[in-house]
């Protein structure tokens, strides 16, 4: 069928009209419309939905349009339009008395008028689909999911939105138009259970929301992720020190080091950060040469020796100076049958949510 079924409209006022409810075969075919009678006309807003424009002037026949929908050769759906009837404009009256020139009446305030739109999309950005929120969550047995749409707009009712479950396990305990309640399952072995709970807006898939689940109660470690940053910290400076031949240093001078870290964190498969230890650390001394007058850069880091650097900005601190490890998986397979399913395992595994 075609949404809306039946319109009236003034001269000069336009509608849009879109499939809806269609069967499921013809949801694969081509569609159609055609004017089948009256006047008007109509253009493509996209591949299935059109806008009709009412004439200029009253049809002098026939005040009425309809425009069919076929998928196919199928007939579809059917529109019928009425045309507003037009007050009669009433001829002036000759008289031989000039009647006083009326006072001009104050221009009317205008009036926002909001035209029937498409609930499916944002009136203000055309083609801007509504928004639901979260779209990506974890959650464990027996803790719902409530999943709503972020605003509803004027003229759209709750009849208009649908959820359905698209994978994975659980159910829907409320698919209440504006928002859903998604109940997850007790068991979650080898994260089949995750769920993609879908919002359906007359018929067209609009947005989705991710679920982990998490059904493993252990705080032992499921994931690790490396940072990749070789930040600086200055916790650890030492007192001043010199380090040629005992010397002294020049009054006021102080020889200090530092650290270049980069941290390991683990997480548990509630995604809670139960570790924290630096994967990557070398140090950099800062040393005065009596016979050179000049400070000295000294780095030392794993297979780098100890070199020279007259300038602090010499130093290979780039993110080629270390090979970087890649974030891991650490479940067992106990783990895994069990239901460690973190939300965290999403960024390193891609199809993660299906596995």
């Given at each position: 069928m075609?949404?809306?079924?039946?319109?009236?409209?003034?001269?000069?006022?336009?509608?849009?009209?879109?499939?809806?409810?269609?069967?499921?075969?013809?949801?694969?075919?081509?569609?159609?419309?055609?004017?089948?009678?009256?006047?008007?006309?109509?253009?493509?807003?996209?591949?299935?939905?059109?806008?009709?424009t009412?004439?200029?002037?009253?049809p002098?026949?026939?005040?009425?349009?309809?425009?069919?929908?076929?998928?196919?050769?199928?007939?579809?759906?059917?529109?019928?339009?009425?045309?507003?009837?037009l007050?009669?404009?009433?001829?002036?009256?000759?008289?031989?008395?000039?009647?006083?020139?009326?006072?001009?009446?104050?221009?009317?305030?205008?009036?926002?008028?909001?035209?029937?739109?498409?609930?499916?999309?944002?009136?203000?950005?055309?083609?801007?689909?509504?928004?639901?929120?979260?779209?990506?969550?974890?959650?464990?047995?027996?803790?719902?999911?409530?999943?709503?749409?972020?605003?509803?707009?004027?003229?759209?009712?709750?009849?208009?939105?649908?959820?359905?479950?698209?994978?994975?396990?659980?159910?829907?305990?409320?698919?209440?138009?504006?928002?859903?309640?998604?109940?997850?399952?007790?068991?979650?072995?080898?994260?089949?259970?995750?769920?993609t709970?879908?919002?359906?807006?007359?018929?067209?898939?609009?947005?989705?929301?991710?679920?982990?689940?998490?059904?493993?109660?252990?705080?032992?470690?499921?994931?690790?992720?490396?940072?990749?940053?070789?930040?600086?910290?200055?916790?650890?400076?030492?007192?001043?020190?010199?380090?040629?031949?005992?010397?002294?240093?020049?009054?006021?001078?102080?020889?200090?080091?530092?650290?270049?870290?980069?941290?390991?964190r683990?997480?548990?498969?509630?995604?809670?950060?139960?570790?924290?230890?630096p994967?990557?650390?070398?140090?950099?001394?800062?040393?005065?040469?009596?016979?050179?007058?000049?400070?000295?850069?000294?780095?030392?880091a794993?297979?780098i020796?100890?070199?020279?650097?007259?300038?602090?900005?010499?130093?290979?601190?780039?993110?080629?100076?270390?090979?970087?490890?890649?974030?891991e998986?650490?479940?067992?397979?106990v783990?895994?049958?069990?239901?460690?399913?973190?939300?965290?395992?999403?960024?390193?595994?891609?199809?993660?949510m299906?596995?």
């Amino acid at each position: 069928m075609i949404y809306p079924s039946s319109v009236e409209l003034d001269l000069r006022e336009s509608v849009k009209l879109m499939p809806y409810e269609l069967p499921p075969w013809a949801e694969a075919l081509e569609k159609t419309w055609t004017l089948s009678s009256g006047v008007g006309s109509f253009y493509d807003l996209t591949a299935d939905m059109i806008r009709y424009t009412a004439p200029d002037k009253m049809p002098e026949l026939y005040p009425t349009a309809v425009i069919h929908l076929f998928a196919g050769s199928e007939l579809v759906g059917e529109c019928n339009i009425r045309f507003k009837a037009l007050e009669p404009e009433v001829e002036p009256v000759a008289s031989e008395i000039l009647p006083k020139e009326p006072e001009p009446e104050p221009e009317p305030e205008e009036e926002e008028i909001m035209e029937d739109h498409w609930c499916c999309d944002d009136p203000d950005e055309f083609l801007t689909p509504v928004k639901i929120e979260p779209t990506s969550i974890r959650t464990s047995p027996g803790q719902p999911v409530i999943i709503g749409i972020k605003k509803v707009y004027p003229g759209c009712d709750e009849a208009c939105y649908q959820w359905r479950i698209a994978h994975g396990g659980g159910f829907l305990a409320c698919d209440c138009g504006m928002q859903a309640i998604y109940m997850p399952p007790d068991l979650n072995k080898m994260c089949e259970a995750n769920a993609t709970v879908e919002m359906v807006c007359q018929g067209y898939l609009v947005q989705q929301c991710h679920i982990t689940i998490n059904t493993w109660g252990e705080a032992e470690p499921a994931y690790i992720k490396y940072d990749r940053d070789a930040h600086f910290t200055f916790e650890f400076w030492d007192p001043p020190m010199y380090r040629w031949q005992g010397r002294a240093l020049p009054p006021g001078v102080t020889a200090p080091q530092f650290w270049i870290v980069d941290w390991k964190r683990t997480y548990d498969c509630a995604d809670n950060e139960i570790k924290k230890e630096p994967y990557i650390m070398f140090k950099v001394v800062i040393t005065w040469l009596p016979r050179e007058d000049r400070w000295c850069f000294l780095t030392w880091a794993g297979h780098i020796p100890y070199e020279e650097y007259h300038s602090f900005t010499d130093i290979p601190l780039d993110p080629l100076f270390w090979m970087y490890k890649e974030d891991e998986d650490v479940r067992t397979k106990v783990m895994k049958e069990s239901g460690c399913c973190p939300k965290g395992l999403i960024e390193i595994l891609p199809d993660y949510m299906y596995l």
